[in-house]
């Protein structure tokens, strides 16, 4: 197999030969895709700033990658989509670059594609990875039998989900456009991070999504939800963007994220 830079849609993707390689992968840069592509031990990495938002969730594993030695930088939303890693190689430009990045050279406003090449040049960087972190999966409320449940990932949506409420950690993004790629399930509803809505307004694409299936969906603005935490989601978000779906359910832009639950459960 190649041992070349790898171009993913999402750090989900990464394949099993993922050590000790360069990857872009078009997944937000927040702390839990950082360590997700860590673990596969992966020598540096290129994500996506997903609208910087609350806290700086959306570059928060930058620093986290910084202090365990591995190089890593974002693109800008507003260059290139989230969840397109072909897009943000053609289009994206950086935006964030963490210390052992800069060491290398590496600038804000670099194209994504002329960093890539010097990540993929410099000596690996081989971190011992000994962090874990949960792939956090919470019931948070309940009505008549539908659950809430939380998820910091939306790949951690799963069959027994199928008429019930998510909310998510996750961007609101197709990976590369995807319409499959939504959601995994039938959920009665999905919430999701807008990581700033960005380039051709891919940070809520899944919306049109969902509601060609029914479901309803919204998005809450990155700067009221650290992304990557659902969480956060929950207890801060405020509703960006919606589905005409969940509008029709009671969902409107300005609502909290619990009060938009709220509305659809009393519709359900």
């Known amino acids: 197999m190649s041992d070349g830079p790898l171009v993913l849609d999402s750090v989900t993707h990464l394949p099993a030969d993922a050590g000790g390689r360069v990857a872009l992968c078009a997944s937000h840069g927040g702390i839990y895709a950082a360590w997700y592509a860590a673990r596969r031990g992966v ?11 609350r806290e700086r969730a959306g570059v928060g594993g930058l620093d986290w990658l910084a202090a365990r030695g591995l190089p890593a930088v974002a693109v800008c939303h507003r260059s290139a989509r989230i969840g397109d890693g072909a897009d943000m190689l053609a289009r994206g430009r950086l935006s964030t670059v963490n210390a052992p990045a800069a060491a290398l050279g590496i600038e804000v406003g670099m194209p994504a594609a002329d960093a890539l090449s010097r990540l993929a040049a410099a000596p690996p960087a ?7 972190m949960d792939e956090a999966r919470r019931d948070i409320a309940a009505h008549h039998g539908i659950r809430v449940v939380a998820l910091d990932s939306n790949g951690l949506v799963g069959p027994e989900d199928a008429g019930h409420v998510v909310v998510t950690g ?9 319409p499959e790629t939504a959601v995994k399930a039938p959920v009665l509803a999905a919430i999701y991070n807008d990581a700033g809505i960005g380039a051709d307004d891919a940070g809520i694409s ?23 935490d659902a969480m956060s989601t929950w207890q801060d978000g405020f509703v960006s963007a919606l589905n005409p779906t969940a ?15 709220a509305a659809l459960l009393e519709h359900a």
Do not use: K, N
């Open 43 to 53: 020598s540096a990495m290129i994500l996506h700033d997903a609208g910087i938002g």
């Open 126 to 132: 081989a971190p011992t990875i000994a962090d874990d």
């Open 170 to 178: 996750s961007h609101g993004g197709l990976l590369g456009g995807r």
């Open 206 to 228: 899944r919306l049109p999504a969902l509601e060609a299936r029914g479901i309803a969906g919204a998005c809450v603005s990155c700067f009221s939800a650290r992304i990557g």
């Open 247 to 261: 509008a029709a359910r009671g969902g409107r832009i300005g609502q909290s994220a619990r009060d938009f639950v």
